[in-house]
């Protein structure tokens, strides 16, 4: 069984920029990765996905200011966040999906 822990949130101003890690504790190259997050009386969406292969894929809202990149090497799963807005609040979570895998969330805040 794999676990997540994802660090990186906090308050910030709008234009501002955060980068949340998530730390697995096994090996993540096999996996499909993606950072997913949850605004106040929202659903779950995703943000920003990787597959094996190293493909990558953003909703439209955050392409050109969020980065997505892994450490394979590392078990560790990255997400540049720039140029943040208010409408980026939310509580992240970072999830290797096929396997049911998902982190406890961090909360990002932008005033």
């Known amino acids: 069984e794999v676990q997540l822990v994802e660090s990186g949130g906090g308050s910030v101003q709008a234009g501002g920029s955060l980068r949340l890690s998530c730390v697995a504790s096994?090996?993540?190259?096999?996996?499909?990765m993606g950072w997913f997050r949850q605004g106040p009386n929202q659903g779950r969406k995703a943000v920003a996905v990787i597959d094996t292969d190293g493909n990558i894929g953003y909703t439209d809202s955050v392409k050109g200011r969020f980065t997505i990149s892994k450490d394979n090497a590392k078990k560790t799963l990255y997400l540049q966040m720039n140029s943040l807005k208010p409408e980026d609040t939310a509580v992240y979570y970072c999830a290797a999906r096929s396997i049911g895998a998902w982190g406890q969330g961090t909360q990002v805040t932008v005033s």
């Open positions: 096994g090996y993540i190259s096999q996996f499909c």
